[in-house]
């Protein structure tokens, strides 16, 4: 699967191709989202491999003129129209904007795509500053915060809703 947005790319995690593999690990392994992935990396990198649209549950990786940069992954939809995703930015390629038009064109795209999608959250750490930044340049907006499960940190909730 390829998924050409406007100066992005979509392509499907693949296990066995060890270029995406290594660069999944990599970005896995970051404190500031390891808490999305830490315990269920292997059940959510599902091999995506031959479908033609994006599906709730597979990680899916974003590509800027072959260079792997970032992942998502369509983590549930609910049955009000909200779309849970998560992303992330590979730390060699941070403070680049990357963060930002990966937001921007993957919510563009998903609001194109699928019309019953009414709204997209992220799930932010309060102490991921660069996250809650580029989600606010995507035209995210600050809704609410909860306690975390598994430390002392906060999680704040970004929403955009379809225009």
Known sequence: MKIKMNNLVITE????????????????????????????????????????ELLVGPAYIIEDKRKLIGLIRLAFLDCDGTLNLHYAVHPGYRKQH???????????????????????????????????????????IYERSFPSRNDDCKIKIYQRIRN
Not at 24 to 48: A, Y
Not at 102 to 108: A, D, N
Request: proline letters at 2%.
């Open 98 to 140: 990357y963060g930002t038009e990966i937001l921007q064109e993957v919510s563009q795209y998903i609001f194109q795509k699928f019309p019953n999608i009414k709204k997209i959250e992220l799930y932010i750490k309060e102490i991921n500053t660069g996250s809650m930044k580029c989600a606010e340049n995507a035209n995210y």
């Open 13 to 52: 995690y693949c296990s066995t191709d060890k270029r995406k593999y290594r660069f999944v690990k990599e970005v896995s392994e970051d404190p500031l989202i390891r808490h999305f992935v830490s315990n269920s990396m292997d059940e959510w990198l599902e091999d995506s491999e031959g479908l033609d």
